[in-house]
């Protein structure tokens, strides 16, 4: 069974930094893409930032420039450096992977989440 351990989250003020990092155990035959997504009180989940296999990123208008997605993939890790934070980026954010794993002879779509890192913003 794969499972996803996020951490880093905290308290910092606006224009400080967090890193946070995803750890991923469990045997996948393979990970199409890694993302973090958050979600604000009130709001509904958004994508943050993905990377794809084979290096590939994705970011939402709203944090491109200030935050930067990252993958130590013989580590099983993901992380996300966020710079410059800001009070509208104070969330629970939430690590997720698209995987692959084979089911008798058929692959299946694997979408795991972790249990989320809080982060907030505020002076």
């Known amino acids: 069974q794969v499972q996803l351990v996020e951490s880093g989250g905290g308290l910092v003020q606006p224009g400080g930094s967090l890193r946070l990092s995803c750890t991923w155990s469990?045997?996948?035959?393979?990970?199409?893409?890694m993302g973090w997504y958050r979600q604000a009180p009130g709001k509904q989940r958004e994508l943050v930032a993905q990377?794809?296999?084979?290096?590939?990123?994705n970011y939402a208008n709203t944090v491109l420039g200030r935050f930067t997605i990252s993958r130590e993939s013989a580590e099983n890790v993901v992380y996300l450096q966020m710079n410059d934070l800001k009070p509208e980026d104070t969330a629970v954010y939430y690590c997720?992977?698209?995987?692959?794993?084979?089911?008798?002879?058929?692959?299946?779509?694997?979408?795991?989440w972790g249990q989320g890192t809080r982060v907030t913003v505020s002076s």
């Open positions: 469990g045997d996948m035959y393979a990970i199409v893409a």
């Open positions: 997720n992977v698209d995987g692959r794993n084979w089911k008798g002879f058929s692959l299946e779509t694997l979408n795991i």
């Open positions: 990377i794809i296999n084979g290096g590939a990123t």
